[in-house]
């Protein structure tokens, strides 16, 4: 990943955790790569490592969502 990916993963990351976006929210990346002035192809492999990670949720043909969190 760029160095650009990670600032943006690290963001996203940041902003779920602290409540910027709610849980079930979904995640527009076309609206972050505006925010975060960068490709949605950057914003697309941010969301999809942090799917991985478990604090996105990706559904087919349905966008990304942030997933419920779970405090412990």
């Given at each position: 990943?760029?160095?650009?990916?990670?600032?943006?993963?690290?963001?996203?990351?940041?902003?779920?955790l602290h409540g910027n976006?709610?849980?079930?929210?979904?995640?527009?990346?076309?609206?972050?790569?505006?925010?975060?002035?960068?490709?949605?192809?950057?914003?697309?492999?941010?969301?999809?490592?942090?799917?991985?990670?478990?604090?996105?949720?990706?559904?087919?043909?349905?966008?990304?969502?942030?997933?419920?969190?779970?405090?412990?």
């Amino acid at each position: 990943m760029s160095e650009a990916g990670s600032r943006i993963l690290s963001s996203i990351r940041r902003g779920i955790l602290h409540g910027n976006w709610k849980p079930g929210g979904k995640l527009q990346p076309a609206a972050l790569a505006e925010q975060f002035d960068t490709s949605t192809t950057v914003v697309r492999e941010a969301l999809a490592r942090l799917a991985g990670d478990g604090l996105v949720e990706s559904e087919r043909n349905r966008g990304f969502f942030v997933q419920k969190l779970d405090l412990r």
